[in-house]
């Protein structure tokens, strides 16, 4: 297996009618996979999947399935329904895991992006005169990384969290991160918990969502709910004011 078998795969896919991002998901797949193989001591040589273009003069550069950042690209992903979050808060699959769900509902009350949620400790869940917060800030701990200075921010823990038993979840975690989500190299946290997301929601016929969707809903929900401010949603979602808030993500 040579970069020379993967670049004609590669021209195999297009040749199929493949979309870019599909071929970028099953390179992201493929690379996890070897790079697996790399520390297990199956392969030795250099991962082939990485570097390849999907068309001139664009790198595949390996973010997580549903990770890629709308800011960035200005891409508008459609929010949630309330047919569909009700299809996903019921799955078996969901309620079996119950890391996934609680990074799920803290996504929809919060409207932070996945790796934010997904990179927390511990003692980033904190109480603030009486009221149960989430701290978000870049290095607090190793690891721990902000898209912008804007992004540091205190948020109210919302009651479902509460009312769900978060609070009793982190109570039994030791010191350290809150969740058990290994970190691929040159990705995030949030590269597995969202390709297993994606996968069942693949499963429950929900298309072209991912768990980044979750943001772009409650972003939406708050606007909907015609606050006074726009500076109260772009504080509680870590947006720099005035920038892609409106443009991109209400519905």
């Keep these: 297996l040579d970069r020379k078998f993967v670049w004609n795969f590669l021209l195999f896919l297009r040749a199929e009618g493949k ?13 996890t996979f070897y790079n697996h193989l790399l520390t297990s001591g199956e392969a030795e040589k250099p991962n082939p999947f990485v570097g390849h273009n999907l068309k001139a003069g664009v790198a595949i550069k390996g973010k997580a399935n549903g990770d890629e950042d709308d800011e960035a690209t200005g891409h508008r992903r459609l929010p949630f329904t309330d047919t569909e979050l009700e299809a996903i808060f019921s799955s078996p699959e969901v309620l079996a895991d119950k890391q996934l769900c609680y990074i799920a509902m803290l996504l929809l009350t919060t409207g932070a992006r996945p790796n934010e949620i997904c990179q927390l400790w511990k003692d980033d869940i904190q109480a603030d005169d009486g009221i149960d917060t989430i701290r978000i800030v870049a290095n607090a701990h190793k690891g721990q990384t902000l898209k912008t200075p804007h992004s540091r921010r205190l948020i109210y823990l919302n009651q479902l ?37 994606t996968k069942i929601l693949r499963g429950l016929k929900v298309k072209n969502k991912t768990l ?15 606050l006074p401010k726009i500076s109260f949603s772009e504080d509680l979602v870590g947006h720099t004011p005035k920038t892609v808030h409106e443009k991109v993500y209400p519905q």
């Design 212 to 226: 980044y969707c979750f943001r772009n809903t409650a972003i939406n929900v708050l606007k909907q709910s015609n």
């Design 161 to 197: 969290l509460k009312d769900a038993g978060f609070l009793n979840y982190v109570a039994s975690r030791k010191d350290g991160m809150l969740f058990d989500l290994n970190k691929p190299a040159m990705k995030t946290y949030s590269t597995f918990i969202s390709e297993k997301f």
């Design 19 to 31: 979309k870019n991002e599909t071929i970028k998901n099953i390179f992201n797949t493929l690379s």
